[in-house]
């Protein structure tokens, strides 16, 4: 089996030569019935019973059935692959089988973060790619550093990205660490920094945000190494329990992350993170960017229930916060925005003015997935943008949206106290709440059962089972790693 490095010093195209190739993800021109996408190279065992913190656990991130492969094979763009860039770095592997016959698909994320997937193919060291056809790569080997010719393909940015946000993302270990950062105070993250699943580029401003309408909007300028992303723990922030995020985009040219927010991060477990620069005088695909960059980052370095991951902002930041609400549900579960709300029609602010809309309304999959996360907006009536945001919710709230108005006679444009910061917050993250709340008894109860029941022998396949089943109905609880801790795992 071909070794390829974790991060690529340099990758340049070899060859394209002629002769039909069925693609990467097709084992000798056949749909595999079944992919397992893993962290490392190899695929690990899978015998009896499993969930998914037990496959999470063992670097396993997905199980992909036939229609799932269907889906990922469409994910394959049109086109020679471009040479990967330097610092790219592998995502995942894809091992692939259909009957005796089996391969793996490498897939490399680069620092712009575009996708490109690579093959094992046979052939000799070298560029000659001895009966080899498709698009020759030349990837180095982490020892020796020769090269060995294997086919790629680049894939979809926007179809790809949703793939992906689907799958785990975090990439530290289990022992419990919190790295070098202390809970309750803010740091500036390290490099390198992760790349956000999606690139706010043309082709996400043409399928989501703007939806056909003509734009001269730019894509994002993105040097994320060059990039200030502050993070702060909530106090009391303990590793192998799932924490929330919550981004925050300020509207400012340079700003740190409020004091405000940080009593509702605590008193819920959220990660706070924020860009430094990403005020109203950036443009606007800059600032989605590192918004959905700072979550790729928070989630690769802490363990994130991504149920929820949520954004607020004031005034500009507010629109943004909004923006991307609506736009990625796949990342979004819920927004606080403050002092400011987009909207996707034109709505009265005051005697003959009109807040005018800046992008098209969602509609089918991405409408009826932002149905379902709450958006408390903040505001009062000494807030210039009062009437405008009053109207906008009438609008929103009419596609059936779940928008609800925090109103406060004496908060003008400004930012909240922390006291009613935390009211709002408490109110999006209700759901989750209450559905933590009954995975918590579920597991609890499932293990206390594993632990009376007699007729389970320690170490028997029954035993094991239902010893999974407590990590199944209530993953990343005390009782799931409790469980975990008796089948031997460890943390």
Not at 96 to 107: H, I, Q, S
Not at 148 to 165: I, N, Q, Y
Not at 249 to 265: I, Q, S, T
Not at 312 to 320: A, D, H, L, Q, R
């Amino acid at each position: 089996m071909h070794k390829s490095s974790g991060v690529v010093a340099g990758l340049a195209v070899l060859a394209a030569t002629g002769g039909a190739w069925a693609g990467p993800f097709d084992v000798r021109g056949r749909l595999p019935d079944q992919a397992v996408v893993t962290v490392g190279e190899e695929l690990p065992k899978r015998e009896g019973a499993r969930s998914a913190m037990v496959d999470e656990l063992d670097g396993v991130l997905a199980v992909l059935d036939k229609k799932g492969m269907a889906r990922l094979r469409g994910c394959v763009a049109g086109g020679k692959p471009l040479p990967l860039a330097a610092g790219a770095r592998r995502m995942c592997v894809i091992h692939l089988g259909v009957g005796d016959e089996d391969k793996r698909a490498v897939v490399y994320v680069e620092a712009d973060g575009g996708y490109l997937v690579v093959e094992e193919v046979e052939g000799r060291e070298g560029q000659d790619g001895k009966e080899v056809t498709g698009a020759l790569i030349s990837v180095p080997t982490s020892s020796t550093q020769t090269h060995e010719p294997v086919r790629g393909a680049r894939l979809s940015g926007v179809k790809f990205a949703v793939f992906a946000a689907e799958w785990p993302a975090y990439r530290g270990g289990w022992d419990g660490a919190v790295g070098d950062l202390k809970p309750g105070v803010v740091a500036a993250l390290s490099n390198p920094k992760t790349p956000g699943w999606f690139v706010i580029d043309g082709a996400v401003f043409k399928e989501r945000i703007l939806r056909g309408l003509p734009h001269k909007v730019p894509g994002a300028e993105r040097v994320l190494a060059d990039e200030t992303l502050y993070v702060r723990l909530p106090a009391g922030h303990r590793a192998t329990l799932a924490a929330g995020v919550l981004v925050w985009v300020h509207p400012v040219e340079r700003g740190p992350l409020p004091k405000v927010l940080f009593d509702a991060a605590d008193e819920l477990g959220l990660i706070v993170v924020g860009a430094e620069v990403t005020g109203n005088d950036r443009p606007r695909a800059d600032r989605y960017q590192l918004a959905l960059d700072g979550v790729a980052t928070v989630c690769e370095r802490y363990l994130v229930d991504r149920r929820r991951v949520y954004i607020s902002g004031f005034s500009g930041g507010g629109k943004i916060s909004t923006h991307l609400w609506l736009w990625f549900p796949e990342v979004f579960q819920g927004v606080v925005p403050v002092g400011a709300l987009a909207t996707y029609e034109g709505v009265p602010a005051g005697p003959g003015m009109v807040w005018p809309m800046d992008f098209a309304k969602p509609a089918g999959l991405m409408m009826n997935q932002a149905k379902g996360k709450r958006c408390g907006v903040m505001t009062g009536p000494p807030d210039f943008n009062y009437q405008p945001i009053v109207n906008g919710i009438k609008v929103i709230r009419g596609d059936g949206l779940n928008v609800r108005l925090f109103e406060y006679a004496d908060m003008a444009h400004e930012l909240p106290r922390s006291e009613r910061f935390l009211e709002v917050m408490r109110w999006v993250d209700e759901p989750y709440r209450e559905v933590r709340a009954g995975e918590e008894k579920a597991a609890r109860e499932a293990l206390e059962n594993v632990r009376r029941d007699g007729g389970l022998k320690p170490g028997s396949t029954e035993w094991k089972r239902a010893l999974v089943g407590v990590t199944e109905v209530g993953p990343w609880t005390e009782a799931a790693w409790e469980a975990v801790e008796m089948l031997g795992e460890g943390r």
